[in-house]
Every structure is written in C-alpha cells, then in structure tokens.
C-alpha cells in the first residue's frame, strides 16, 4: 500500500473537520458513531511509522489529545444519537478539541 501525504492529511482533517463543525453535522447528518469509526478504523493510525511520518511532533500530540477526550466519551457517544449530541457538554468538549487538534495543523 502506497501512502500519499497529501491525501492522508486531507483526508484526517476532512474528519478532524466533521467533529469540529456542529453546521457540517446537521447538514450531513453524520451520526456519532459513523464520527468515531471514521477516526479510529479510517483515519488515524498512530502505530504505522510511514503514517506518523506525515505529522509533526505538534499534530501527533494534538491527535492523540484528541483521540485521548474522544475515548473517554465513547460510552456517551454509543448512547446517543448525532443530533442528541449537539449542545450536549460531552459533545462539546470533543467539538472544542477536534477544533484545537485542527489549529495544530496551522495553514499546512
């Protein structure tokens, strides 16, 4: 399997992106779940050296802060369905760090 860099950071982002704007999940209805396997089976693979290869030492721990608050709201997440989330506290706080891992990533 070849790995681009530029397709894998846009496309993390592109989750990074769907957590982060609470209009894009009203608007495509993304449920909570679909979020969370977006990013622990498609998007985030923090145990591939080629893939860790594509961040900085900034973007791998602000994803893995993030990956850190979004575990520890999973059984909140399987609970509830997407627009239940929304305004929730739990929620927010994932919302709030999805949008803090993305300004690690600056203009790249």
């Not at 609470?22 to 396997?37: K, P, W």
């Not at 498609?42 to 290869?53: A, F, I, Q, S």
Request: net charge negative; proline share 2%.
């Amino acid at each position: 399997m070849i790995l681009d860099p530029i397709t894998i950071r846009d496309t993390l982002r592109g989750v990074l992106m769907n957590f982060a704007c609470v209009d894009r999940q009203l608007i495509d209805q993304f449920s909570a779940g679909e979020l969370y396997c977006q990013w622990f089976d498609d998007t985030y693979h923090p145990d591939v050296k080629e893939w860790r290869l594509f961040f900085s030492e900034t973007e791998l721990k602000a994803m893995a802060d993030f990956t850190e608050i979004l575990n520890s709201h999973s059984s909140f997440i399987a609970r509830k369905g997407s627009s239940e989330l929304i305004g929730e506290s739990e929620w927010d706080k994932i919302v709030q760090s999805a949008k803090k891992t993305l300004n690690s990533f600056g203009s790249t």
